[in-house]
């Protein structure tokens, strides 16, 4: 296994995918089952594209795969103020939504700056 210990993104999205996953078990209980499917698959996809980008073939790969974990990121940040929005569904806690938001900005920076290289 690589050692990903000082790989802010890679620990980031981990960390988040690990939350993703209880707060979908949170919607799977309240049986909201379509959303839950949604916020899972969305949400722990961002840091398997993370994952996938640290073994990309070339620059334009790398970049192509981080971009696909901002457009997870940001469809994960869609689902997740829909449920904060909803009177009927599960809201997701404050740290979940800056997580998010934290990631989104890393990753963008990420991908201007390897653009520039």
């Known amino acids: 296994m690589r050692n990903d210990k ?17 707060f979908s078990e949170g919607l ?8 839950a499917n949604q916020i899972f698959k969305s949400g722990t996809s961002i840091g398997a594209n993370v994952r996938e980008a640290q073994n990309a073939e ?4 790398f970049i192509h795969k ?6 997870e990121a940001d469809e994960t940040e869609y689902w997740l103020l829909l449920c904060l ?4 569904l599960q809201s997701p806690n404050e740290k979940l939504i800056s997580d998010l938001k934290e990631i989104l ?6 991908i201007s700056s390897s653009k520039l290289k």
């Open 85 to 88: 929005k909803s009177p009927h």
């Open 66 to 71: 981080l971009k696909i974990a901002a457009k």
């Open 58 to 61: 070339s620059k334009a790969d």
């Open 28 to 35: 799977y209980e309240s049986k909201r089952f379509p959303l």
């Open 105 to 110: 900005l890393i990753l963008s920076k990420i």
């Open 6 to 22: 000082e790989n802010i993104i890679v620990n980031k999205t981990f960390d988040f995918a690990l939350d993703i996953i209880e």
